[in-house]
Nanobody, 124 residues
Framework: QVQLVESGGGLVQAGGSLRLSCAAS????????MGWFRQAPGKEREFVAR????????YYADSVKGRFTISRDTAKNTGYLQMNSLKPEDTAVYYC?????????????????WGQGTQVTVSS
């Protein structure tokens, strides 16, 4: 099993930036994909971005493409989500997730390990 802990959330004005971190522990060697999701009040959890833990290839939701960047530091067992040009509609709890399966993980059900979430609030 993999344990994930997010950090870096907070309050920022529209147009600003934040960097979220996801510290992984446990069976980190088993991670194939790390992803970021977000959930706004009253809405379903939605996919934001994913990265292949070893190869580093990335994929983004259209809503964040060009503004957000997912990365990882395998030496530190930590994933990151750099968020630029933030908009009020980016306000949500952001979750880090990981899974060991060799699949194109993008759905909530595709990820077996989850962090507790970190709040991001973008004011207009």
């Amino acid at each position: 099993q993999v344990q994930l802990v997010e950090s870096g959330g907070g309050l920022v004005q529209a147009g600003g930036s934040l960097r979220l971190s996801c510290a992984a522990s446990g069976r980190v060697f088993s991670i194939y994909t790390m992803g970021w999701f977000r959930q706004a009040p009253g809405k379903e959890r939605e996919f934001v971005a994913r990265i292949r833990w070893s190869g580093g290839s990335t994929y983004y939701a259209d809503s964040v493409k060009g503004r957000f960047t997912i990365s990882r530091d395998t030496a530190k067992n930590t994933g990151y989500l750099q968020m630029n040009s933030l908009k009020p509609e980016d306000t949500a709890v952001y979750y880090c997730a990981a899974d060991p399966r060799y699949i194109l993980a993008q759905r909530v059900a595709d990820f077996s390990s989850w962090g507790q979430g970190t709040q991001v609030t973008v004011s207009s």
